[in-house]
């Protein structure tokens, strides 16, 4: 399973991105979906996961109201929609996938993950 992420870039605070993981190797429509990302100096941290069909999201409280995960299985791709983006927001966002129907939550839930995009919020 091959997984890569795009759309990372630089932006103000309050600004927006859309982040795309584009999914190759593996029946898509049977894997959940997840994001995490990794500022510097601390660790990876859960942002949003999403269940194999969609019906389904979670999102970390730190980005409720404010991300919103989608995936177009036709395309075997996963977005990440940012709104009102915080300089808190910036890191490294991964890309991972869980071959399960259900949400996860944790990095060892997760069977793999992709290169990350990097994202950076200015003041």
């Known amino acids: 399973v091959q997984l890569q992420a795009s759309g990372g870039g630089s932006v103000q605070a309050g600004g927006s991105l859309r982040l795309s993981c584009a999914a190759s190797?593996?029946?898509?429509?049977?894997?959940?979906m997840g994001w995490f990302r990794q500022a510097p100096g601390k660790e990876r941290e859960f942002v949003v996961a999403i269940s194999w069909s969609g019906g389904s999201t979670r999102y970390a409280d730190s980005v409720k109201g404010r991300f919103t995960i989608s995936r177009d299985n036709a395309k075997t791709t996963v977005y990440l929609q940012m709104n009102s983006l915080k300089p808190g927001d910036t890191a490294v966002y991964y890309c991972?996938?869980?071959?399960?129907?259900?949400?996860?939550?944790?990095?060892?839930?997760?069977?793999?993950w992709g290169q990350g995009t990097l994202v950076t919020v200015s003041s």
């Open positions: 991972l996938a869980r071959n399960s129907p259900f949400i996860a939550t944790t990095l060892g839930e997760y069977d793999y």
């Open positions: 190797g593996c029946t898509f429509g049977r894997y959940s």
